[in-house]
């Protein structure tokens, strides 16, 4: 980000403070690094490119800066408060995925606009998915301003949009995440298909049932709707009734 006034909007939303502990993913050559470093007590640099590492650490060399060369979906990570950030889009659902597991105050980052409406879409949208799940259940969202392509260098080909996500502390879980999360694989994989038809074969395929049993285990009505339509709590709903019966 080469636009100061976006870097400070930003800082800005995250509420920043001289106690809190910040961490930055993909901080590039250092100009938000900077600005966070003005506003928290400390600021954990994340950069997987060394030579952006070594000129952002040679230029913010006396802050209250330090850099963590590596992957971020791959690497242990220190205690912090508060993420802000503009990460690499190609990889930012699977940054946000990894963010739902772990435990801080608020993220601010920006995200591609359209993946800023998968975010926060209603059910029966074309942008409802997989991951609007994902965000719903882990995270209260707020889209606040467009960041025109001239805000980067190099400039991307999209329109981005800062987010905030907060934490949620009592957030709706299902009775076994990981087959829950195998669900919303199988039945988004064909979001247009009846759920009682992408279930039935993975069901046999990769549990074990006998094709009687699974039809049997889809019977309820809740099956024979389309995933893009069932709110996440209905979601969770149908993952649960067919988890009880496998765990018996």
């Given at each position: ?42 600021v954990?640099?994340i ?134 999360q ?31 049993e ?7 009505s ?27």
């Amino acid at each position: 980000m080469v636009d100061y006034g976006f870097a400070i909007r930003m800082a800005e939303l995250a509420r920043l403070s001289p106690s809190d502990t910040v961490l930055e993913i993909g901080s590039g050559i250092g100009n938000l690094t900077e600005i966070l470093s003005e506003r928290a007590k400390l600021v954990y640099a994340i950069e997987i490119d060394p030579l952006l590492v070594h000129i952002a650490s040679r230029r913010l060399q006396k802050r209250n800066v330090r850099f963590i060369r590596g992957d971020f979906l791959k690497i242990d990570l220190p205690p912090f408060d508060k993420v802000v950030c503009n990460p690499p889009y190609c990889i930012i659902s699977k940054i946000i995925e990894r963010l739902s597991q772990l435990d801080f105050e608020v993220s601010v980052m920006t995200v591609q606009k359209e993946l800023a409406s998968r975010m926060v879409a209603e059910p029966g949208t074309k942008e409802y998915g997989r991951f609007t799940v994902l965000c719903y259940l882990n995270f209260d969202i707020e889209l606040f301003d467009e960041v025109p392509p001239s805000a980067f260098y190099p400039e991307p080909e999209v329109t981005s949009v800062i987010v905030r996500m907060t934490p949620l502390k009592d957030k709706p879980s299902p009775l076994n995440e990981e087959f829950f999360q195998w669900f919303l694989r199988q039945v988004f994989s064909q979001r247009n298909k009846k759920m009682r038809n992408s279930l039935l074969k993975a069901l046999v395929r990769e549990k074990g049932l006998s094709k009687e049993e699974a039809s049997k285990l889809l019977s309820n009505s809740l099956f024979q709707e389309r995933p893009f339509r069932l709110s996440p709590e209905e979601l969770i709903e149908a993952s649960n009734l067919i988890w009880e019966r496998l765990s018996v």
